[in-house]
């Protein structure tokens, strides 16, 4: 590739082609150490995180791919968190989003559900992927992916065959049994029966924190559609009908497995099903993300860990789903072994 004053020329299928010198071509200096995989206790994670995000850049400053780095670097997400949709649309859209980070979703049971994600936005697994793929950057040149399809579809198609995992500690199967018509009155009515649309909840019925939900646009979801019609690929073929959408709203997933999925909400601010169970305003406002114990009573991870999530911060809202929190310790006791069995 040869450079000459703003612009710069490179070489496609045996042609010179020039490209316009983006601002965001420069990359960035970076300490190897500050990078590295290790995420031992007392590391800064701001710090890291802002490292990484100058990595990224350089990696598609390398392609040519046009970015700015903000100014000040947003809050890091933290342990089992991210901001997957917002880094897409700014990378692949070039759509910036109001930061809103939520926890992982769910890996399991997948082929279940006919759309999927937080807030029911996607129903092509195959699509999904590829976006994750080139927004976090795999080479694209223009509209041509520079990947190997066939093995993105492999994973897609092994995905689908995960299942939740079976509680591994003891169940009081006594409690369990006494907490089943508790699940039945009080959680089956949102988060049972098949996984349809039905179970797509307004923020204001059911008052979880509103970002996530705002966020993703129907302006968003046409901008995905769009690219994911005119993207080119070696054996993709585009999608015959739209696979992504807006729905403003939020999914109540299926809670088989829901004993690992803690801390809980759809952006990890609860840390576990006995704070669930608590009426909001009196959860935990601050706690430690990323411990590997688990409080078998609680149902839920301890609180330990390098990152510590402020429930005050935007998008952090801990409100909502009070679904629960009006039963009596001994039942909500009893709910909770239950819920182990699911």
């Given at each position: 590739?040869a450079?000459?004053?703003t612009t710069?020329?490179?070489?496609?299928e045996g042609?010179?082609?020039r490209r316009?010198?983006?601002a965001?071509?420069?990359?960035a200096?970076?300490?190897?150490?500050?990078?590295?995989?290790?995420?031992?206790?007392?590391?800064?994670?701001?710090?890291?995180?802002?490292?990484?995000?100058?990595?990224?850049?350089n990696?598609?400053?390398?392609?040519?791919?046009?970015?700015?780095?903000?100014?000040?670097?947003?809050?890091?997400?933290?342990?089992?968190?991210?901001d997957?949709f917002?880094?897409?649309?700014?990378?692949?859209?070039?759509?910036?989003?109001?930061?809103s980070?939520?926890?992982?979703?769910?890996?399991?049971?997948?082929?279940?559900?006919?759309?999927?994600?937080?807030?029911?936005?996607?129903?092509?697994?195959?699509?999904?992927?590829l976006?994750?793929?080139?927004?976090?950057?795999?080479p694209?040149?223009?509209?041509?992916?520079?990947?190997?399809?066939?093995?993105?579809?492999?994973?897609?198609?092994?995905?689908?065959?995960?299942?939740?995992p079976?509680?591994?500690?003891?169940?009081?199967r006594?409690?369990?049994?006494?907490?089943?018509?508790?699940?039945?009155?009080n959680?089956?009515?949102?988060?049972?029966?098949?996984?349809?649309?039905?179970?797509?909840?307004?923020?204001?019925?059911?008052?979880?924190?509103?970002?996530?939900?705002?966020?993703?646009?129907?302006?968003?979801?046409?901008?995905?559609n769009?690219?994911?019609?005119?993207?080119?690929?070696e054996?993709?073929?585009?999608?015959?009908?739209?696979?992504v959408?807006?729905?403003?709203?939020?999914?109540?997933?299926?809670?088989s497995?829901?004993w690992?999925?803690?801390?809980?909400?759809h952006?990890?601010?609860?840390?576990?099903?006995?704070?669930?169970?608590?009426?909001?305003?009196?959860r935990?406002?601050?706690?430690?993300?990323?411990?590997?114990?688990?409080?078998?009573?609680?149902?839920?991870?301890?609180?330990?860990?390098a990152y510590i999530?402020?429930?005050?911060?935007?998008?952090?809202?801990?409100?909502?789903?009070d679904y629960?929190?009006?039963?009596?310790?001994?039942e909500?006791?009893?709910?909770?072994e239950?819920?182990?069995?699911?």
């Amino acid at each position: 590739m040869a450079k000459s004053g703003t612009t710069d020329y490179r070489y496609h299928e045996g042609r010179r082609v020039r490209r316009k010198k983006s601002a965001g071509w420069r990359t960035a200096q970076i300490d190897n150490a500050d990078v590295r995989q290790s995420f031992e206790p007392g590391v800064d994670l701001a710090e890291r995180t802002t490292a990484m995000l100058k990595l990224f850049h350089n990696m598609r400053a390398a392609l040519h791919v046009p970015d700015q780095p903000p100014e000040k670097a947003p809050p890091s997400s933290g342990s089992g968190r991210n901001d997957a949709f917002g880094l897409l649309a700014a990378g692949l859209l070039n759509l910036p989003q109001p930061y809103s980070p939520i926890k992982f979703g769910l890996v399991w049971n997948i082929d279940k559900r006919t759309w999927v994600h937080w807030d029911g936005n996607t129903k092509s697994p195959i699509a999904r992927n590829l976006l994750a793929s080139l927004g976090l950057g795999a080479p694209l040149h223009g509209k041509h992916a520079d990947l190997q399809f066939e093995m993105v579809k492999r994973q897609t198609d092994l995905t689908e065959k995960i299942r939740p995992p079976l509680y591994p500690f003891a169940i009081d199967r006594a409690a369990a049994q006494r907490g089943a018509p508790l699940f039945a009155s009080n959680c089956n009515s949102c988060h049972g029966g098949p996984e349809s649309d039905k179970r797509l909840y307004s923020v204001a019925e059911i008052g979880t924190d509103p970002h996530r939900a705002g966020m993703f646009t129907q302006k968003l979801a046409d901008g995905f559609n769009t690219f994911l019609a005119e993207l080119e690929a070696e054996g993709y073929r585009p999608p015959k009908e739209v696979g992504v959408r807006s729905t403003g709203k939020y999914f109540a997933a299926t809670l088989s497995g829901v004993w690992a999925r803690s801390p809980y909400l759809h952006n990890g601010s609860v840390r576990t099903m006995q704070d669930l169970l608590t009426p909001s305003q009196q959860r935990e406002m601050r706690f430690h993300r990323g411990s590997h114990v688990f409080d078998e009573g609680a149902m839920g991870y301890t609180d330990e860990g390098a990152y510590i999530l402020d429930a005050t911060a935007s998008g952090n809202s801990n409100s909502g789903h009070d679904y629960g929190t009006k039963l009596s310790a001994a039942e909500k006791r009893d709910l909770i072994e239950y819920l182990k069995t699911l």
